[in-house]
């Protein structure tokens, strides 16, 4: 006779990063305890659901949160990185100018801001909400 196990259901969810740089890939609970709260804030039917496990890992995410696109000092040799947890939304526009920035040996307007030197020159860009990071 087959037993009848009830209906299972994954949920994965995330966000954010420590409060410190770290390549520990190691979780922090002050992290899981902000995800957990953001989603309980959006779905508080979810209150009632175990929280099975956590993991971590290392994101490519800049001291600006923002990506880095163009050229680098090295001819013919351009940058598309740092993108972090919003590359995967984002990227479609990404690629459009970059492809731009390429055929063309000079940056898409949309993204001359995003050079490498930025960081040099300390020209960092202020939009940390539009990261989508924050919950």
């Known amino acids: 006779m087959a037993t009848i196990r009830p209906s299972t259901s994954y949920f994965t969810f995330g966000g954010g990063e420590p409060a410190y740089t770290s390549y520990a890939q190691r979780g922090g609970i002050p992290v899981v ?71 063309n040996d000079a940056p898409h307007p949309l993204i001359k801001d995003f050079d490498l030197d930025r960081f040099e020159r300390g020209a960092l860009i202020d939009e940390g909400a539009a990261s989508g990071v924050a919950h």
Do not use: C, H
């Open 33 to 103: 305890e902000e995800n957990v709260a953001a989603v309980l804030e959006l779905l508080p039917a979810f209150s009632s659901l175990r929280l099975m496990r956590q993991w971590a890992g290392i994101t490519d995410i800049t001291p600006d949160t923002m990506p880095i696109m163009g050229a680098t000092p090295l001819r013919n040799l351009y940058m598309s990185g740092g993108w972090g947890t919003g590359g995967y939304k984002a990227i479609p526009a990404g690629g459009d100018t970059m492809a731009y920035t390429i055929a």
